[in-house]
């Protein structure tokens, strides 16, 4: 079982930045592939960035050149970086761990609001 922890959300500026953080923790596992979803108000979760076990990373359209994703293997933890935030980035972030041992599963965080308001 893999538990996995969310912070860094809060009000922010239009303009502002934040970093938000994700760190996995339990038993002995390997990490597949990191990633944070997003849900804005009354709409669906979608997919915001990814990063993979070769490092590779993948964005979102309407956040690229504006958020980075990034890792710390050695602490199971995924950080995005949000510069250049603007009200319609404002909505609940979740983190997804996909691991591949002992076993290929998918955890996600509770979620960290993010609301970016004047």
């Known amino acids: 079982q893999v538990h996995v922890v969310e912070s860094g959300g809060g009000l922010v500026k239009p303009g502002g930045s934040l970093t938000l953080s994700c760190a996995a923790s339990?038993?002995?596992?390997?990490?597949?592939?990191m990633a944070w979803y997003r849900q804005p108000p009354g709409k669906q979760p979608e997919l915001v960035a990814t990063?993979?076990?070769?490092?590779?990373?993948n964005y979102a359209d309407s956040v690229k050149g504006r958020f980075t994703i990034s890792g710390d293997g050695a602490k199971n933890t995924v950080y995005l970086q949000m510069n250049s935030l603007q009200p319609e980035d404002t909505a609940v972030y979740y983190c997804?761990?996909?691991?591949?041992?002992?076993?290929?599963?998918?955890?996600w965080g509770q979620g960290t609001q993010v609301t970016v308001s004047s």
């Open positions: 997804r761990i996909e691991t591949l041992w002992p076993d290929a599963n998918v955890y």
């Open positions: 990063l993979s076990r070769a490092e590779s990373t």
């Open positions: 339990g038993d002995r596992f390997l990490i597949n592939t």
